[in-house]
Nanobody, 114 residues
Framework: VQLQACGGGLVQAGGSLRLSCAAS????????MGWFRQAPGKQRELVAE???????NYADSVKGRFTISRDNAKSTVYLQMNSLKPEDTAVYYC?????????WGQGTLVTVSS
């Protein structure tokens, strides 16, 4: 399984970005998928995750601002990020997992300027 993430970039505070992560393999539609982020000097943390049925879960810090969605037909997960803050600056990683099996995509850098 390979995950290809894209959509990062530089944006001003208050702006929006949409991240995409496409996975190889049709079976991925049965897996959990999500987004994690790692800021400089900090541990990687969960941002949002969604089950195969689409039930989302969010970190408190992004609730009301970020929306995770998935298109199982395309084996793709999205992260719509609105009202971005400088503290959202991080490398964002997508992940797909089921039971003890987990795959990570390459990171995509999101930089929010104040």
């Amino acid at each position: 399984v390979q995950l290809q993430a894209c959509g990062g970039g530089l944006v001003q505070a208050g702006g929006s970005l949409r991240l995409s992560c496409a996975a190889s393999g049709s079976m991925i539609r049965f897996w959990m998928m999500g987004w994690f982020r790692q800021a400089p000097g900090k541990q990687r943390e969960l941002v949002a995750e969604t089950s195969s049925g689409g039930s989302p879960n969010y970190a408190d810090s992004v609730k009301g601002r970020f929306t995770i969605s998935r298109d199982n037909a395309k084996s793709t997960v999205y992260l719509q990020m609105n009202s971005l803050k400088p503290e959202d600056t991080a490398v964002y990683y997508c992940r797909a997992w089921i039971r003890s099996t987990s795959y990570w995509g390459q990171g995509t850098l999101v930089t929010v300027s104040s």
